[in-house]
């Protein structure tokens, strides 16, 4: 019995792209992802790139530079243009040449891409791109020109070269030596530039009304002096006893903040201390009152030399507030006046918020290949984000 051969061509792939379809069910004919073609729009007909494939063999009569001094010439077809386009290094400088397709290779003109510090250049990278050409040239990675594109001038057909700048965007989080959802209460440069980078070097609108940096509505800062605003005080000479006839912001203080004495004529006496902790006690006054005094004792690590403290020109600073987390989000801080009913920020509205140990979005800053910008430098302008206007720069126009 005669046996029937046949073939089957289980990946035709004629269909095109398809990205949304379900990885579990993909349609027949389809690809997922692809790399290395050109998309002709005109029917939306993929075609391979070979761009590598289509360079020419080197043949110093294409140019009309001395044979003696030019070096590694690489010579790509453009066939969009149908154009030949050259690189050559003459010295230490790497240029572009650009020649006619027809029986003399006429030359059309030239463009000095670039001066290499040392070495010889490798071989250059060319890649259609719709209506373009891109061309990367270097010697090394760290003496590279800047990519130069070439596209064909609608209105006189002449070869217009494009310098285009390469900027990227910083989205990498800083190791500020905290954890993503942890609030410090001082900021070190690193956090600054974490939380710059996330959105918070906007200014926002505080309950008056006023534009204002957020951050600083992050701490205030109370000043106490002695002995009038506080009718006594312990001589242990790390803790501070304040009385009050109603509740206090020093309640708010906690391990790890800090308070500031000044004022002594004695200046071991004065300082910045570490608090350990608030504890309040509230006291009853005498019948028939039924108000109650409310005292605090804050206690500090150090020794705080108080004993002396008669003069009312002795201040102690209490600095209160924990700042942003790396997963804070700068626009959930925003509430409204129920009685006005405009919008401002409120860092009390954060603490309703539980954002786990998710990091905040960033991208803030931009930055240039050639280091002009660094993280050090955006610090002292924070809204300077470091955007361009444009990315492709026109540098020269060679005439055809």
Known sequence: ?????????????????????????????????????????????????????????????????????????????????????????????SRLVVLENDSSYTELGQYTIYEFAEGVISKPSFATILDGLVITVGASKDDSAKPLFLKINENTSNVDVYEIDIYFRDFELLDDGTSISFRPNTLTQSHTYNLLNAGWYAERKNEAGELVDPLSLFTSNTVYLYPDDSNAYQDPVNSFEFFFDSPSSLAELGGGDLIEVSGFADTDKNGIFNVISVELTQLEEPPPSVEFIYKYTVVVEENLGLADATDNTVSVTFTKGNLPSNADIPVLGLTVDDSTGNQYFDPNKLDEIVLGNTEAPRGHFIYDLEGVKTRDSVLANKKDDGSPSNTVKLKATITR
């Open 1 to 93: 019995m005669a046996v029937a051969r046949g073939s089957k061509d289980y990946l035709n792939l004629l269909k095109g792209l398809n990205t949304e379809a379900n990885p579990l069910a993909f349609p027949e004919g389809y690809t997922a992802d692809e790399s290395n073609f050109l998309l002709a729009l005109e029917g939306n007909v993929r075609v391979r790139r070979k761009g590598l494939e289509k360079y020419l063999q080197s043949d110093l009569e294409y140019t009309t530079f001395d044979s003696n001094v030019v070096s590694n010439p690489f010579f790509h077809y453009w066939e969009e243009a149908d154009l030949i386009v050259g690189i050559v290094q003459d010295g230490d400088y």
